[in-house]
């Protein structure tokens, strides 16, 4: 059986600190769980524990209601914990203290559901899958299952395997342009829409932006960097093809640090022309999403910006909302993406897990059979997991159309989603039509349909013991070359060079590591 990991600690588990911390525990998992299962004489589990981010619904959103309407439909006993959505991964990372904390069933980001899978602390479902109800239901989508294959990342064995179900596509980022500032600028709506640009012809739209509108900056950024795969995702033109962390060069046939390669050389000069032309914010590195959200939405030409990078599909509308509220003129152009970048990255969904506590609980199987794969039933649930509990965040017409309801915490702003977007699930409904979905904007659907139609998945990160107790020291000097880099403290090769000189014994490490356990697998 596995030996609970020993060495978390309970302070400032983020990603780079928890990667390492994780894999300094015994990962002796047990991989018993891969024996024949008789699904259809699978049974409703006993009382079991939900842990979930601030993406379900919270306790200040009616998130009682939810979990009452979820548990009259299921007819399951389940307990929802809800840690704060800024401090979720400190709380999963305590949670796998001891297997008295561990919650039967996690949400993992891509990044954490490699990282526990190879620690042997996830359930292995690939097999439940294979045989759910939703595979054989005929109404997955038709990228259902090359999304589903894209999230198999390797167990305690080495091998690769479904330790998490994505109810969803990952969806990305776009970039939205103010049509105002484009117009300003002397650019059709039109044009763009359907032309990308080159990378050229995108730094030139924004020098005229700055001088038609005579602003400090034209790009407030929610940093230069995020910190969860693929990085790159909010300076999507600026990085271009470029790799944050490392990959697998199908050319050279090994693992490589992309951090290093001249992919990344070169977009850390084009963040750093970009802040001395004046084009991007040099506070980008201090900003939040919701504090980068304040620029994109003020009318102070020191700290507007009119280009910003974000979630496709439902932020469309949300970002529009902000602008009109602001008493600014709300028409976005979603761009595409500019020649030499090809196509935008669409992140791996965050992933439900089940926990190997669940598993050695004899809790697993059904807990995937009755609660994970029902959320993609077709009916009820489904409804409940896009749309929130009937009453409280819609209601229905006469005519069966959905009405949307204000919010608990703003009744100004209505509900439009709950968990899942109707505009990303990987299953339809039973009888054809998704019940809320003729209420979405068209902008929201304009801006999924363009996402999708210029966008490729992420690869799924590679993990080993060694990758978990470096990856940490790593990133954080590598945040710190793309600061200092992009603020003009350092230059690209002064950059590079500490990179090399901090962590570059750490980083022969890593890749060492991937190459001797994975390359050509």
Partial sequence: MRKTVKKLTAVGLTLTSVMGLVACGNNNASTENKATVDWASVEKPESFTVMVDGTVPQMEEWGDKFDEQLKQLTELDFEVVRPD????????????????????????SSDYLALYASQGLLWDMTDAWANSATKASGRLISDAEKIMQANYVRGVDGEKALYGFVPTRGNGCVTYVKEAWATAAGYSADELKKTPLSYKEYYEMLKKMKEAKGVDYVISAPGFYSKEAPYTNYLPEFYQNAQFTFYYDQAKGEYVDGFTQQEMKDALQRI??????????????TKTTATARN???SSD??????????????????LRGYL???????????????????????????????????????KAEGIFKYFLDKMLDGGDIQTLWEYGPKGYYYNLKDDGSFEFLGKKSNPKTKYAKAHLDCNLVLAGFANGKDPGKAEQPANVTESSDMFFQNSTLVDSPAMTEEVGKLVGDINTERYTVVDKVARGEWTVDQ???????????????????????????
Avoid at 301 to 318: C, H, L, M, N
Avoid at 495 to 517: C, F, H, I, P, R
Wanted: hydrophobic content about 40%.
């Fill in 85 to 108: 959505h800024n401090s979720y991964y400190d709380a999963v990372a305590n949670s796998m203290l001891d297997a008295s904390a561990m919650p039967d069933v996690i949400i993992l």
């Fill in 272 to 285: 750093q022309d970009a802040v001395n032309d004046g084009l991007i914010n040099k506070e980008s590195s």
């Fill in 295 to 297: 620029d994109f939405k």
């Fill in 301 to 318: 030409p020191k700290t507007e910006s009119g280009v910003f990078t974000y979630w496709a599909g439902q932020w469309a509308d949300t």
């Fill in 324 to 362: 009109a509220t602001a008493g600014l003129d709300d028409s976005l152009i979603p761009l595409l993406p500019v020649k030499e970048l090809g196509k935008y990255a669409e992140r791996l969904a965050p992933s439900w897990c089940i926990t190997s506590h669940a598993a050695e609980t004899g």
């Fill in 495 to 521: 950059g590079m060079t500490e990179y090399t000189n901090t962590v570059g014994s750490k980083v022969d490490a890593a890749v060492k590591s991937l190459n001797a356990q994975f390359a050509g697998k």
